[in-house]
């Protein structure tokens, strides 16, 4: 059986990328960063360690979000991509962003869910990282 591919990109196509294998998790997140960022109540990424991933074209624009972390989106369209924390290791891919989404496993966690939108449902089996009232996910 071959190794599974995730191919993605931008809205506009200026940005390509592809990330090999499974990812190390799947999460969604409430926090009020992610949110604003993606203009989307719960957004879903995987994460894949730097091995796995692979940039094929453009080059994504960086804003440090926080003192340990940046986002990465696309300066033209304005698709939010990546998000990483300093030192990591691995990069989370917004799954928006992913040409075959549903090829990855469901969420495992759902993070910062003290700021979930009262509306949305917890997703049936995966754990839950409530955060603090008053922090936010980096």
Known sequence: MSEAHHNGGCLCGAIRYRARGAPASVNVCYCSQCRRQTGAPMPAFASFSDEQFELLSGAPATYR??????????ATCGSSLFWRRD????????????????????????????????????????????????????
């Open 87 to 138: 030192g990591a290791r691995e990069l989370d891919i917004f799954l928006g962003t992913m040409d075959r989404p549903g090829d990855v496993p469901p969420p495992s966690f759902q993070l910062w869910t003290v700021h979930r939108v009262p509306w949305l449902p917890a997703i049936q089996g995966a754990t839950d990282y409530r955060g603090d009232k008053a922090g936010s996910q980096s």
């Open 65 to 74: 979000s926080s003192s340990s972390a940046v986002r990465q989106f696309c």
